[in-house]
């Protein structure tokens, strides 16, 4: 199971970005998809987690300004970022809890995508 992440950019504060993360594999479920971002010299961070009830759970930070959305048949979820600042400047990451026949249930990480927002 692989998972490619793109969107990421360089965007003027108050921008916006689109960031796109497909999974491949072979995979037959997911449990969860999950939006991370690692700011340099800081812990890595969550952004927003969708679980099985399909309702996400986004981190206060960025509550109002970031949408995310998926496709399930397809394997792919995205993250609108609207009203960009520069504290959201980080490398972002998504992550799946997801099921193959090959690998069975597996924690799976994108490469990450860069993002940064200029002042």
């Known amino acids: 199971v692989q998972l490619q992440a793109s969107g990421g950019g360089l965007v003027q504060t108050g921008g916006s970005l689109r960031l796109s993360c497909e999974a491949s594999?072979?995979?037959?479920?997911?449990?969860?998809m999950n939006w991370y971002r690692q700011a340099p010299g800081k812990e890595r961070e969550l952004v927003v987690a969708i679980g099985v009830s399909g309702v996400p759970n986004y981190a206060e930070s960025v509550k109002g300004r970031f949408t995310v959305s998926r496709d399930i048949a397809k394997n792919t979820m995205w993250l609108q970022m609207n009203s960009l600042e520069p504290d959201d400047t980080a490398v972002y990451h998504c992550y799946m809890f997801a099921f193959s026949e090959t690998t069975r249930w597996k924690t799976c990480w994108g490469q990450g995508t860069l993002v940064t927002v200029s002042s």
């Open positions: 594999g072979g995979i037959t479920r997911i449990e969860a």
